[in-house]
């Protein structure tokens, strides 16, 4: 695999393969069927993690410790020609040990009899239709597709693993009572037996369940699921939307694709010198133009088609006219039923959608419903839709393309984390209901869009207040603040890619030499610390026990006797295999050489022939070290724990100076810790944030946040406004008279945010308190305020994760109140700087009752909600 992987993307392929291990058991040893699915929002990367997953099932995996499946058969199922043939690009991009010849695209030219082991093929239902060739006896054509399906189905030596994308699609009930294409391939048709194994990849899951759920044929097993939040917190979706929507009713459909091509023409600009300045490869934005269908009866007319030419010709001229720079072929379109489109001056080309991405030659797509649904476009940086207002469950589909990152990751400018949408025609309640869904302030009624952190309408951009003094960011930059560590942490993993990246960047030479140096110290103490144990251990490795059981005719028992065979390179192979998995190939294998590199060196010294060098007992030595009676893999990890420490607390400040591109590696590293680790707050230089509600009407804005409007003032975010607690506790603050400037601490934990890392359960999870407020009373200080209400269901860890962060830093603080109660329009807090109220807060169940009893009991006044919120 070419790309690392989000932690949860490698969660979810971790729980793919435990699945589809259990899966391949149950079919071959009890001939059960399962079915499950991965549900993820959009632009979580579910291609990647599905090639993770069939790249380990074809070739196996040390980094999921899984062999490979030498009976593997891979359909993938989709329902669009388009989009496998931009799946299959994806696979050999990202999965370097599938052969592109392994990627099979399957049509009616397939005339083996089966489908072959450690193969993908993929095929889509319209290539199964009734009068299709592919399920056809012809002359030329002996095994139809439902034949070649049975037998692959049938051979005992064989596993076949159906993956169906965009899972909902084809799973819909037919009026006619009959089953879809694709049901056909999941059940049988008849003929053919029902496949033995089905996951499905979708957003939305609910679809497939139920019609899974239907299917007796199968045991439905557990669904994958991907939390959309970690999806947001991975820099791979932008961090916001903005839509731009009229006011009044008049048309506005020049006037909007005019100001979409000044927005876009700005963001060339900004792509073109942020680009330049972090020394990497261009982006090249992309201006999506949604046309709007043919008017009814018109579809396949004349009038039709010049009506549509005239909309598309008077949106390219609005282009050219504001964007004088416009290269004289960047236009094309992806409009199903039309081919070369000739209006005016302009001759525009039909490409495929999955081709639009990679063909930098096109800077504006014309689009009706080809880039809905599966398209995969990053750099569409713009949208301006002319269609209807009622639109909006095409349009929420069609977001869930525009949130994704060009880079994968995001920037340092925040205007470049943002998309654009451009709606003339959509009336302001559609425009409420779409951006509430994709924030997920609102369930989606047709699922398909992508959930991003926030929607804006109206945007204004917030940079560092001028009115809060510089001490008081530096106070906060200052507080502890710690990363959570990784759910199954690899310290050995961690410091090879850590050495990888600080060689890379020049920040440590010899870096790999000296992670494998350092561990190679910690074996040659073990195996010194352990000579016995190892001497008998390698014994035992180099003699292999022989067993040979004689039966005589006429005997009622056997009889057997054992001898010693000398060992061969196979079998100490098989020992080293188990130290391997203990502390990682790469460890292995280089210390291998090197203990064998210094036995020849010793040979030649003693003048001796180094071809009698006994290379088989020097692997044995060393495969022994595993099956001694001492913790190999802890020391290990311990010290490669230490050193990558080492290397990035000292190399803190120059790592921070990279540009950004090198950022999100840095950031894996530091998410790839046992242990909580410190980590820096970086308060944003500039924002972008809705100066509206959904509703069009201005946000509550307060002063002295350390980001703010020219005018020192902060629009509050749609879900701050409307939280009466969080209104209340900064009225309170303001009204103290010594508040010299706040911050609301992202929600998400990131570079921007202190964050608080505890552990729940086996788990270790993040807080991210809401407020950190500074006020001066003969110097400055911070104090943490965190209104969470004790009835929601992660009062009570974060209650004792803030206590633990009081028991150890309250000395930094003013105060740490955590409010959780309301009674009479009056908060309740508990001060966690006292030692009293945080045994009592330890001592507590977790359950909702207790919780509010320790306000009850513990808490004080904190203060009353004003009217005014």
Not at 416 to 437: G, I, R
Not at 505 to 529: C, N
Not at 647 to 672: C, E, F, G, V
């Amino acid at each position: 695999m070419r790309f690392t992987l989000k932690d949860y993307q490698t969660e979810a392929v971790g729980k793919i393969l435990t699945t589809l291990g259990y899966a391949r058991e149950d079919w071959h040893g009890r001939q059960r069927r399962t079915a499950f699915a991965l549900s993820s929002t959009t632009g979580s990367g579910k291609t990647v993690i599905a090639a993770t997953v069939i790249e380990a099932l074809l070739h196996g995996s040390d980094e999921f410790d899984v062999e490979s499946d030498p009976s593997a058969v891979v359909l993938w199922v989709s329902k669009d020609p388009a989009l496998n043939a931009q799946t299959r690009s994806r696979f050999i991009e990202c999965a370097d040990r599938i052969p592109a010849g392994d990627l099979v695209l399957l049509d009616k030219t397939f005339a083996e009899e089966s489908l072959q082991t450690r193969t993908v093929y993929f095929i889509n239902p319209d290539k199964l239709g009734k009068s299709a060739d592919f399920v056809k006896h012809t002359d030329d054509r002996h095994v139809t597709f439902w034949e070649i399906l049975a037998n692959t189905i049938k051979d005992e030596e064989k596993t076949l693993y159906m993956i169906l994308d965009e899972a909902h699609e084809g799973m819909k009930d037919q009026s006619s009572g009959e089953q879809t294409i694709v049901q056909k391939i999941i059940n049988g048709n008849g003929e053919n037996p029902a496949v033995p194994i089905v996951w499905g990849i979708s957003a939305t899951v609910k679809r497939y369940d139920e019609a899974m759920a239907k299917a007796d044929a199968f045991t439905k097993e557990k669904n994958v699921v991907i939390d959309p939040k970690a999806v947001q917190d991975s820099g791979l979706l932008k961090n916001a939307l903005t839509l731009d929507i009229p006011d009044e009713d008049a048309e506005m459909s020049t006037t909007m694709v005019r100001d979409a091509t000044l927005d876009f023409v700005e963001m060339c600009e900004r792509w073109d010198a942020y680009c330049d300045e972090q020394g990497i490869d261009p982006v090249m934005p992309l201006l999506v133009a949604q046309i709007p269908n043919r008017t009814a009866g018109e579809k396949d007319t004349e009038k039709g088609r010049k009506e549509e030419d005239e909309i598309i010709h008077l949106v390219l001229e609005t282009i050219r006219k504001h964007w004088p720079d416009m290269p004289e072929d960047c236009v094309a379109h992806v409009l199903g039923d039309r081919a070369i489109i000739k209006v005016g001056a302009y001759e525009i080309p039909k490409v495929a959608p999955q081709d639009v991405e990679h063909d930098h030659r096109i800077r504006v797509l014309l689009a009706k419903d080809a880039v809905s649904t599966g398209w995969d476009c990053p750099r569409a940086e713009v949208l301006v839709s002319l269609r209807p207002g009622k639109e909006d469950t095409y349009v929420t589909q069609l977001l869930g393309r525009m949130v994704r990152t060009p880079l994968a990751q995001q920037t340092s400018v925040e205007r470049l984390n943002a998309a654009s949408c451009y709606l003339p025609h959509f009336d302001k309640q559609t425009a409420k209901v779409v951006a509430e869904e994709i924030m997920g302030m609102r369930e989606p009624r047709t699922g398909g869009g992508a959930a991003v952190a926030k929607v804006m309408l109206k945007p204004v951009t917030v940079t560092r207040n001028n009115d809060v003094p510089d001490e008081v960011f530096k106070v906060i930059q200052a507080l502890p603040s710690f990363a959570k560590p990784a759910a199954a942490p690899k310290p050995i993993k961690r410091i090879l890619k850590a050495a990888q990246a600080l060689a890379q960047d020049e920040l440590v030479p010899d870096a790999d030499k000296t992670a494998h140096e350092a561990m190679f110290d910690v074996l040659d103490a073990i195996t010194e610390a352990n000579q016995e144990a190892v001497e008998a251990q390698t014994k035992r490795i180099m003699t292999a026990d022989i067993r040979r059981i004689l039966a005589k005719r006429g005997e009622e028992e056997a009889t057997d006797d054992t001898s010693q065979r000398d060992v061969d390179a196979a079998t100490v192979d098989d020992a080293l295999r188990h130290l391997r998995r203990l502390i990682t190939t790469s460890v292995v294998n280089r210390y291998l050489s090197r203990n064998m590199q210094a036995a020849i060196n010793e040979a030649v010294e003693r003048g001796e022939d180094p071809s009698t060098v006994d290379i088989t007992a020097i692997r044995a030595n060393v495969a022994a070290l595993g099956l001694i009676d001492a913790d190999v893999q802890k020391s290990v990890e311990d010290a490669a724990n230490a050193l990558t420490q080492l290397w990035l607390k000292t190399k803190a400040r120059d790592i921070a100076n990279l540009p950004d591109s090198r950022q999100p590696t840095y950031r894996a590293i530091q998410d790839m810790a046992r242990e909580p680790e410190p980590v820096a707050i970086d308060i944003k230089t500039d924002e972008r944030v809705a100066s509206v509600d959904t509703d069009r009407k201005p946000l509550p804005t307060e002063s002295k946040h350390l980001l703010a409007t020219p005018d020192g003032d902060y629009p509050l975010e749609l879900k701050m406004a409307k939280n009466r607690w969080e209104r209340a506790t900064i009225k309170h603050e303001q009204a103290l008279g010594t508040l010299e400037g706040w911050y609301r601490n992202p929600s998400s934990p990131g570079k921007n945010s202190l964050r608080i890392s505890h552990k729940s359960g086996d788990n270790w999870k993040s807080v991210q308190p809401d407020f950190v407020f500074v006020h001066f009373d003969a110097e400055l200080l911070p104090s943490i305020i965190d209104p969470h209400g004790a009835h929601l269901g992660d009062s009570a860890p974060k209650l004792k994760a803030l206590a633990e962060y009081a028991d150890e830093y309250g000395d930094m603080f003013d105060r740490i109140i955590a409010v959780g109660v309301e009674r009479d329009d009056v908060l309740l807090g508990l001060d966690l700087k006292n030692s009293k109220v945080r045994r009592a807060v330890y001592e507590s169940p977790a359950d909702t009752d207790s919780i509010k009893r320790l306000y009850e009991n513990h808490g004080k006044k904190y203060t009353a909600i004003p009217p005014s919120v």
